[in-house]
């Protein structure tokens, strides 16, 4: 199993904008479908996006669709979540995993999480 760091998490006023990374330490998952999932307080996990192992196709949750987009570099075994326009809805801590990527069915393949990034949005 791959373990993953999230990073780039913070606090920022609605309509503010925010990075987040995913990467693996050591290891390489260029082979595999990847995927940005969170959890707000009280709130099952749900989905965000999730991107093909090449990066060709890319698929959004609708409530993030045309505000957030994600990208990878394969060279540097990074995936990226650009987060544009953010509300309050979106406060969370976003986790990355990999996934059986088959839109819209988007399945994480872990069942141990790793520490998650918080993200937090003022009004």
């Known amino acids: 199993q791959v373990q993953l760091v999230e990073s780039g998490g913070g606090l920022v006023q609605a309509g503010g904008s925010l990075r987040l990374s995913c990467a693996a330490p050591?290891?390489?998952?260029?082979?595999?479908?990847m995927g940005w999932f969170r959890q707000a307080p009280g709130k099952e996990r749900e989905f965000v996006s999730a991107?093909?192992?090449?990066?060709?196709?890319?698929y959004y949750a609708n409530s993030v669709k045309g505000r957030f987009s994600i990208s990878r570099d394969n060279a540097k075994n990074t995936v990226y979540l650009q987060m544009n326009s953010l509300n309050v809805e979106d406060t969370a801590v976003y986790y990355c995993?990999?996934?059986?990527?088959?839109?819209?069915?988007?399945?994480?393949?872990?069942?141990?999480w790793g520490q998650g990034t918080q993200v937090s949005v003022s009004s």
């Open positions: 991107i093909s192992r090449g990066g060709i196709s890319t």
């Open positions: 050591g290891r390489t998952f260029n082979f595999n479908a």
């Open positions: 995993a990999v996934v059986v990527y088959s839109p819209p069915n988007i399945t994480p393949k872990t069942d141990s």
